[in-house]
């Protein structure tokens, strides 16, 4: 998946279309437990991923959760 088709997918999960991939998570009013655990489950079935909340807390940006399925 690239950069534009990930950013759709974080649209859709925060519900939010003013996000890009430079995004800052803290600033992201969204961006909660839920939207984690949105995150977590698209990464497990999209990306046959499994990304702990751990892994999640580390990013800081948009930019970083999609680093880290890569």
Known sequence: ???REFIERMKAILDNENISMDSILS?????????V???AATANSAFHKNIS???IKTCNSIRDLYTILQ
């Open 37 to 39: 655990v949105s995150y």
């Open 1 to 3: 998946m690239n950069e």
């Open 27 to 35: 600033e992201i009013e969204e961006w909660d437990s839920l939207s």
């Open 53 to 55: 909340p751990e892994q």
